[in-house]
């Protein structure tokens, strides 16, 4: 089927709809590497504009090319590199006062002559900012007037009427991932950094939140002593509602621990519940955790030893406080 015969007097098939798909898919994937393989000495020249920034990265651009700047604005951001998006056409009315003379500036358009761009060059020139471009002209006035320039010229769009942006979008879009993940690999940033970036997102709450942030302390923590019955100690048990107890000597150590599943085991031993010393069914090995290790790894040890709680403890062995399964649900930890 012809990519310029897209008119016909009955609907497309499935596969007529499948074969459209993969012509611009199979399209942009050649303009991608094809970017790949000409990606010479000016996009290391960028990084190291960009790596030398005191200030930030603004970056610049009008529709559809606006829309693939603020993407590209995010991603450094989130990764490192502090930058934000101002639509061209509103740097025109007043917001060319966000930009500084410590900033960068990225400027994205297509043809490279975008009015609302061009009328900015002079401005931008006069604050002495390093202009860093994209165009898919070098002869272009945007390429001409920057301080360095990436080619993102594409021999065809995906779309059959050659209007919609398409490849080039693509395109541009491809060479500010790589800007940003290059930069990030540049900078040594490491997934702890992406988590400060991302404190609201799954990853953020896995490299962020503690144990101590969120275990039970103080009054909370269920605590009973050694050599006690267990009838007394399901008292304790049932008051914190965690459904495990810390089992402490006499002089506060921890000895051992007492679950739902220590107290299930002891009912299909036969034991009564009234003449039985806790510490006969106790769990005396049992697993602790420190208060400064991720939520995260006590959810791994947790589902390592089939374990619905842990025991948290300090530099010495002390209990300082107590964690169920519950609080990293809670947590959203998982």
């Known amino acids: 089927m012809s990519r310029q015969n897209i008119k016909q007097s009955k609907p497309f098939s499935r596969s007529d709809l499948q074969t459209m798909g993969r012509e611009v898919l199979d399209i942009e994937a050649r303009v991608l590497a094809g970017i790949s393989s000409g990606l010479d000495e000016s996009f290391a020249i960028a990084i190291e504009y960009l790596l030398a920034c005191t200030g930030r990265v603004v970056v610049l651009g009008v529709g559809k090319s606006g829309h693939i700047g603020s993407k590209i604005a995010a991603t450094l951001a989130s990764t490192g590199t502090p930058a934000f998006f101002v639509h061209a056409g509103e740097a025109s009315h007043g917001d060319m006062g966000m930009i500084v003379s410590t900033d960068v500036v990225m400027a994205i358009s297509n043809s490279g002559e975008t009015s609302e761009l061009t009328v900015l060059l002079p401005l931008i020139k006069r604050l002495g900012v390093k202009l860093v471009s994209m165009t898919g002209s070098d002869s272009s006035s945007l390429a001409r007037a920057s301080t360095i320039h990436l080619h993102t010229k594409v021999l065809e769009e995906a779309c059959p009427l050659g209007l919609a942006p398409t490849s080039s979008t693509t395109a541009a ?130 589902q390592n030893s089939k374990i619905n709680a842990l025991l948290v403890t300090g530099s010495q062995g002390e209990l300082v406080g107590v964690l169920n399964m519950h609080d990293l649900l809670l947590a959203k930890v998982f």
Do not use: W, Y
């Open 173 to 302: 879009l491809a060479i500010g991932d790589a800007l940003a993940v290059t930069l990030l690999q540049a900078r040594g940033f490491t997934e702890a950094d992406f988590a400060k970036a991302h404190p609201g997102g799954a990853l953020g709450r896995r490299l962020l939140v503690t144990v101590e942030d969120i275990m039970h302390s103080g009054a909370q923590m269920p605590v009973v002593c050694s050599g006690i019955f267990v009838s007394e100690a399901l008292r304790e048990i049932s008051k914190a509602g965690l459904g495990v107890a810390a089992v402490l000597s006499p002089s506060g150590d921890v000895v051992g621990v007492f679950t739902d599943g220590d107290l299930r085991r002891m009912i299909d031993a036969g034991h009564d519940l009234r003449t039985t010393v806790i510490d006969d069914c106790m769990t005396k090995d049992c697993k602790t955790v420190a208060a400064d290790v991720l939520a995260a790894e006590a959810l791994n040890i947790m």
